[in-house]
């Protein structure tokens, strides 16, 4: 089965650039979205394909992918981006969805 | 504006039953496709189960699920189902219904319901 793997955690000052991995066979060939689930909520969809944004997250957030890495970044981070962040792909051979391990973004 | 309540949850034990309920509303409901997704405490997200728009005759489910999980629609109760059979303390989780766009080769969940914590327990 496809496998996705992210850093458990990363760690960012206030006003600084987050970019939290996501690590796949040729992950390149495939659509990545990622979701910012904040503690006792549901998650959110923040990027899709890629590098879309749905209408209402912040452009601060960004996709990118190629290879075997996506990456998803968020430049001037603020208080209110801590959260857990989670890839996602579709595995066409199996008719799966995949999540990633999860990433916990901490804002130090 | 996309609306998805879930109910159903609650404690059940090893063996039981349990049918979970997302009642969809803001959309053309039998236009989409939809999924359920589980997150054990403290733990990541786990996809569950998916059934295509419409009649809702293609449906995939994770290996961990095949064979006691099925899930359902009712498309003129603009609601999604997932009846648990013999469930295991495995289960235990906050399952989520969501709903998904699909394009040629990717689908991914667009928005969620607020979640419905199962509990399996002696």
């Known amino acids: 089965s496809y496998v996705l793997t992210q850093p458990p955690s990363v760690s960012v000052a206030p006003g600084q650039t987050a970019r939290i991995t996501c690590e796949g066979n040729?992950?390149?060939?495939?659509?990545v979205h990622w979701y910012q689930q904040k503690p006792g909520q549901a998650p959110e969809l923040v990027v899709y394909d890629d590098s879309d944004r749905p209408s209402g997250i912040p452009e601060r957030f960004s996709g990118s992918n190629s290879g075997n890495t996506a990456t998803l970044t968020i430049i001037r981070v603020e208080a209110g981006d801590e959260a857990d962040f989670f890839c996602?792909?579709?595995?066409?051979?199996?008719?799966?969805?995949?999540f990633g391990t999860g990433t916990k973004v901490s804002v130090l | 504006q996309v609306h998805l309540v879930q109910s159903g949850g609650g404690s059940v034990k090893p063996g039981g039953s349990l049918r979970l309920s997302c009642a969809a509303s803001?959309?053309?409901?039998?236009?989409?496709?939809m999924s359920w997704i589980r997150q054990a405490p403290g733990k990541g997200l786990e996809w569950v189960s998916f059934v295509n728009s419409g009649s809702g005759t293609i449906l995939y489910y994770a290996d961990s699920v095949k064979g006691r999980f099925t899930i359902s629609r009712d498309n003129a109760k603009n609601s999604l189902f997932l009846q648990m059979n013999n469930v295991r303390p495995e289960d235990t989780a906050v399952y989520y219904c969501?709903?998904?766009?699909?394009?040629?080769?990717?689908?991914?969940?667009?928005?969620w319901g607020q979640g419905t914590l199962v509990t399996v327990s002696s």
């Open positions: 969501a709903r998904d766009i699909c394009n040629t080769n990717s689908c991914h969940h667009d928005n």
């Open positions: 803001g959309f053309s409901f039998s236009d989409y496709y």
């Open positions: 996602q792909v579709w595995d066409s051979d199996s008719d799966h969805f995949v």
């Open positions: 040729n992950i390149g060939g495939k659509s």
